[in-house]
């Protein structure tokens, strides 16, 4: 099948020169730690790692294909990852970026793999673009089995989120770890100016609920001096299937997926968004609901307070404290805080975050799969190694200056994610079931609030379904034949 396909593509394989050109423009500053934490990573490896002298993979070089570079620094004001650290300081190893884009990364990977110029490995996770389980048949990654043995101490507890990554009993991701998505980022001078109860407060008195962020955003929102209380891409998400603790496409045990639009939770909360909508409380161009300020940068509006909530995850705000102080207010000052999302009023009465795994799959072809195990099994030990865990927190106070606060508030977030482990699937459905999907997810929202939830599940119920028994028959086949889909 893929001698087929290479057949089809050599055209669009020859035209294509670098993927990434833009990289060239990057200069990497190699960092290191004070020789006390050095010494102290290299020191506690021992305890879960391999020795260099008994790896195949020690002193070779991966490639790592993403839109985005976790590993390398390319300023001196940045945090370095411990996880990187190991495999470069322990094993001499190195990680060579290939570069792409979130819009062109599956057609480019598809390039890379059948023009036999495959990397190693690229990014795992559940909002990602194309990963799984589309793209796993269609030939994009191999399985990690070989690599990564999910009984072994260092990976136990990541088989239950690794399941989510499985088709039969063959599984696509390395799962490193799962963290929370969505938290609620705030000025905290911002929200004095207008009287409002501090977020962080309210949630540790278990008043953060949805009615009091709805008054927020209400009393706070005023088109006329373009004051909106929500900005970017993650409310809808994070307010529908985050914080409700369900989900609109869920996975059964089988590996098959199924849609819950009678939920009531979900109701509950897109009427929210319709109510939101309606009262002027989300970032739009007039009748463009697709605009975001400042072209969707994270917290564009927030340090002016144009914008009260930039709802996105941690990495969002992570950033150079430079950054931070331009874009999201000053946080020498104490001004930035983050909360998780509230919590229905009418509910359960827990605040439920969305589960992300993250790790990472490799791709079909890769030369140095070991390597790319290698490195997963060094972000793993980071994880779960207390003397690794406490460096990174250093480097979170020491270089982007992050309060005790902050500080307690990720461990609740982290906390609340494991105790509640909800993840709801936006990644690889095909075409044509996301595109059905986003009509529910992004429907009332991106609509200006002309659709009600009602009316979504009337227009676009059947189409839905549909799409979902495509995808379900496909897995089927795929399990049964074991040939890749065209």
């Known amino acids: 099948m893929l001698k087929k396909l290479l057949a089809l593509s050599m055209a669009v394989v020859m035209i294509m020169a670098l993927v990434g050109c833009g990289s060239s423009t990057r200069e990497i500053v190699y960092l290191t730690l004070s020789t006390e934490d050095a010494t102290a990573i290299l020191a506690a490896a021992g305890i879960t790692l391999p020795d260099a002298e008994d790896t195949e993979a020690a002193g070779t070089t991966v490639k790592w294909f993403s839109w985005y570079d976790g590993f390398h620094n390319y300023s001196e004001d940045e945090i370095i990852n411990t996880g990187y650290y190991t495999f470069t300081e322990k094993y001499g190893c190195e990680i060579e970026w290939i570069e792409t884009t979130y819009e062109d990364y599956s057609d480019d990977l598809a390039n890379l793999i059948l023009s036999s110029n495959s990397p190693d490995f690229a990014p795992a996770g559940t909002s990602n673009t194309a990963t799984f389980p589309y793209s796993c048949m269609k030939g994009m990654y191999q399985t990690v089995d070989d690599y990564v043995d999910y009984t ?81 891409w993650y409310y809808v998400n994070s307010i529908v299937e985050e914080s409700t603790g369900s989900t609109i496409i869920k996975k059964d045990e089988d590996g098959h997926f199924y849609a819950d639009l009678d939920d009531p939770l979900i109701e509950a909360a897109e009427n929210l968004i319709y109510d939101l909508v309606k009262n002027d409380c989300v970032y739009h161009e007039g009748s463009d609901y697709w605009a975001g300020r400042d072209d969707f940068t994270y917290g564009a509006g927030v340090k002016e307070g144009l914008c009260l909530f930039w709802i996105c995850d941690k990495s969002g705000f992570t950033m150079t404290v430079e950054e931070m102080n331009q874009i999201w207010g000053d946080i020498e000052a104490g001004e930035i805080m983050f909360v998780p999302l509230p919590r229905y009023d009418d509910g359960d009465g827990n605040y439920y975050l969305n589960a992300v795994p993250s790790g990472y799959m490799i791709c079909t072809g890769a030369s140095n799969p070991e390597g790319a195990a290698l490195l997963a099994a060094c972000e793993r030990f980071k994880i779960i190694d207390p003397t690794v865990i406490d460096i990174d927190r250093k480097q979170l106070q020491e270089t982007y200056l992050w309060t005790d606060e902050m500080l307690e508030m990720l461990d609740e977030c982290n906390r609340l994610v494991q105790e509640n482990t909800i993840m709801y699937y936006t990644g690889d459905l095909g075409t044509s079931l996301d595109s059905a999907y986003n009509s529910f997810d992004w429907g009332i929202n991106r609509n200006g609030g002309s659709y009600t939830w009602a009316q979504l599940k009337e227009t676009y119920s059947d189409q839905l379904e549909y799409y979902i028994d495509e995808l379900n028959a496909m897995i089927d086949s795929y399990l049964d034949t074991g040939e890749l889909m065209e």
């Open 152 to 232: 072994d101490p260092l990976w136990s507890g990541m088989a239950d989120a690794a399941e989510y990554f499985a088709l039969g009993d063959n599984h696509y991701a390395i799962v490193t770890d799962v963290t929370f998505k969505s938290v609620v980022p705030y000025n905290r001078r911002v929200i004095e100016e207008y009287g409002y109860d501090d977020p962080a407060e309210l949630y540790w008195n278990g008043e953060w609920t949805w009615d009091v962020f709805y008054e927020m955003c209400v009393d706070f929102s005023d088109p006329d001096e373009d004051r909106y209380a929500l900005d970017g």
